[in-house]
């Protein structure tokens, strides 16, 4: 079993959908391996079950993760539901990856 997914530079992935569990909540961001001069630029997304995707708004901004290890931001203000968005971008002339995953939300209770 591999755990997290390995991304190409210049690739927008968002994780999944999910309800949200309380009016703020911490997320985190893995990130096990990159290339060098590889980046990851995360945003914690919000919306209603009602709205297009493409109507979802930024919550939170984890910046530009440049190292490996577990990055977090705290998000408040959510609507029904969040997703995760990821950016990966090279500094560098070629092809490039990092391998990351997307962890449990720790909530804040309502």
């Given at each position: 079993m591999i755990i997290g997914e390995s991304?190409?530079?210049?690739?927008?992935?968002?994780?999944?959908?999910?309800?949200?569990?309380?009016?703020?909540?911490?997320?985190?961001?893995?990130?096990?391996?990159?290339?060098?001069?590889?980046?990851?630029?995360?945003?914690?997304?919000?919306?209603?079950?009602?709205?297009?995707?493409?109507?979802?708004?930024?919550?939170?901004?984890?910046?530009?993760?440049?190292?490996?290890?577990?990055?977090?931001?705290?998000?408040?203000?959510?609507?029904?539901?969040?997703r995760i968005r990821m950016?990966?971008?090279?500094?560098?002339?070629?092809?490039?990856?990092?391998?990351?995953?997307?962890?449990?939300?720790?909530?804040?209770?309502?």
């Amino acid at each position: 079993m591999i755990i997290g997914e390995s991304i190409a530079t210049e690739t927008t992935t968002f994780s999944p959908w999910f309800e949200r569990q309380g009016d703020a909540g911490t997320f985190f961001i893995q990130i096990m391996q990159r290339m060098p001069d590889c980046d990851v630029v995360g945003t914690v997304q919000t919306k209603n079950k009602e709205d297009a995707d493409s109507a979802a708004t930024s919550a939170g901004s984890f910046g530009t993760l440049s190292t490996t290890g577990t990055h977090s931001v705290r998000a408040t203000s959510l609507k029904e539901l969040v997703r995760i968005r990821m950016v990966v971008a090279d500094g560098s002339e070629g092809e490039s990856w990092v391998h990351l995953r997307v962890m449990p939300p720790s909530w804040e209770t309502n």
